[in-house]
């Protein structure tokens, strides 16, 4: 892992963020983490202050179910 962005202020977001850095998106910060897929058809944010406890737990399965074949190279 090259970590190119800021640290999330969370551990669990940082962790969501590693993952999918592990799986080659692209990650850049602006107000809020824009991560975009290696085929460059996919787009995900991850926001600073989420209000939904299960954020990070819905993000990682939202991209276990991702439908990609650039994203099914990296498993």
């Not at 892992?1 to 692209?26: C, I, S, Y």
Request: charged content about 30%; overall charge positive.
């Amino acid at each position: 892992m090259n970590q190119t962005w800021p640290r999330h202020q969370k551990k669990e977001l940082q962790a969501v963020l590693v993952e999918f850095d592990r799986r080659g998106w692209r990650i850049s910060k602006t107000t809020y983490y824009k991560l975009r897929c290696p085929c460059g058809a996919h787009m995900r944010m991850i926001h600073l202050t989420p209000s939904n406890p299960r954020y990070a737990q819905q993000a990682l399965r939202w991209l276990d179910k991702l439908d990609c074949p650039a994203h099914k190279e990296e498993q």
